[in-house]
């Protein structure tokens, strides 16, 4: 597994506009034989940082994938992670663009320019054995497995209150103590029609192990004034993680429930959920 990264990327306006309203990613499997997957994540910068592009893509061999993005922000950054078979041979360049779609050049990135990037030069020859040094300090952990289900599909449920729905991880299995990374994520849209003039919601998003109990929950909510009686539509992009570390040997099952909940809501609309787990070894 590949981690590259754009860093932070300003786009302050300049003039009144911002250099660049979107981003162009091209991605190439230059592999004939093998797939690659490259799981895409852009971030909103501004004081804290915030997923809001999430895109899991999977190429052939040979293929090559080009993606735009908004990116009308004043700060923004992508993190390209890739993997599968092809891994070494997936390439990938990064472009700023102004509205009418030209190339921002001061925004341009392509694969050995992206952090984390580089191919290693030749093996130097072998020197002589030094003397041994002082005990180091102990090094990160090392990341050992990974666990990932994302879904696209659109979820549409009447009415306002409930569970919307539960997203189960693939079990993990630890035979000796590990450090368990928990991230997830959904979008969803709470629809109103009210005639009165206000209407609520609330979102729950929780990380749940039937072992464990609740992990984590982030709740979010907002008391909205309606100015007219046309349909209205309010989009949250909820985001929760966790850490466990030294984890028990045993088997543990890791679910994302999500529920809403509020006032004058008409329907509520499920896009995308993701769930993701990191398994660490110190």
């Not at 028990?248 to 809403?260: Q, V």
Request: glycine fraction near 10%; include cysteine; charged fraction near 15%.
């Amino acid at each position: 597994m590949t981690v590259l990264s754009t860093g932070p990327v300003e786009n302050h306006p300049v003039g009144g506009v911002r250099p660049s309203q979107q981003v162009r990613v091209k991605i190439i499997n230059g592999d004939s034989d093998n797939s690659s997957e490259v799981l895409v994540q852009g971030y909103y910068l501004n004081g804290s940082r915030s997923l809001y592009v999430l895109e899991s893509l999977s190429l052939i061999p040979g293929e090559v994938l080009t993606r735009n993005y908004f990116a009308d922000l004043d700060a923004f950054q992508f993190v390209f992670t890739t993997d599968g078979l092809a891994e070494s041979s997936t390439e990938i360049s990064f472009w700023g663009a102004d509205a009418s779609g030209q190339l921002v050049t001061a925004h341009r990135f392509v694969s050995d320019e992206l952090l984390g990037s580089g191919v290693p030069g030749p093996q130097g020859e072998e020197g002589p054995q030094g003397i041994q040094g002082p005990q180091g300090i102990q090094g990160p952990p090392t990341l050992i497995d990974t666990r990932r289900v994302i879904d696209n599909g659109v979820l549409a449920i009447p009415g306002g209150d409930g569970n919307l729905i539960t997203f189960n991880l693939p079990e993990i299995i630890l035979t000796s103590d590990k450090t368990i990374e928990l991230t997830a994520f959904c979008r969803m849209d709470f629809i109103s029609d009210a005639v009165t003039n206000f209407y609520s919601y609330v979102g729950v998003v929780s990380l749940v192990e039937p072992t464990l109990g609740t992990l984590v929950q982030a709740v979010f909510g907002e008391e909205i004034f309606k100015r007219n009686t046309d349909s209205k539509q309010t989009v949250i992009s909820p985001s929760v993680s966790y850490l466990l570390p030294n984890l028990d040997p045993g088997t543990y099952n890791f679910s994302l429930n999500i529920s809403t909940g509020g006032e004058q809501i008409e329907s509520r609309v499920l896009y995308v959920r993701y769930i993701y787990a990191k398994v660490f070894e110190q």
